[in-house]
């Protein structure tokens, strides 16, 4: 685990294609994102309060 200045940060790691890997790539990129950024962008739109503790 990486240390953090709040806390240790977790790692996920999904199983996918190449092909799909080069997709959701390809559609951060075209954002101006990572990966990540991406997938929490998305999340952010679909579940607005994701993040809170209070869920």
């Known amino acids: 685990m990486v240390l953090n200045k ?3 940060e977790k790692s996920l790691m999904i199983k996918m294609s ?3 890997h080069r997709q959701i790539k390809l559609l951060a990129t075209n954002q101006g994102k990572t990966i990540k950024d991406f ?3 998305l999340l952010d739109e679909k579940y607005p309060d ?3 503790d209070n869920n």
């Open 39 to 41: 997938l929490f962008s």
């Open 50 to 52: 994701w993040r809170n």
């Open 6 to 8: 709040e806390k240790y």
């Open 18 to 20: 190449e092909q799909e």
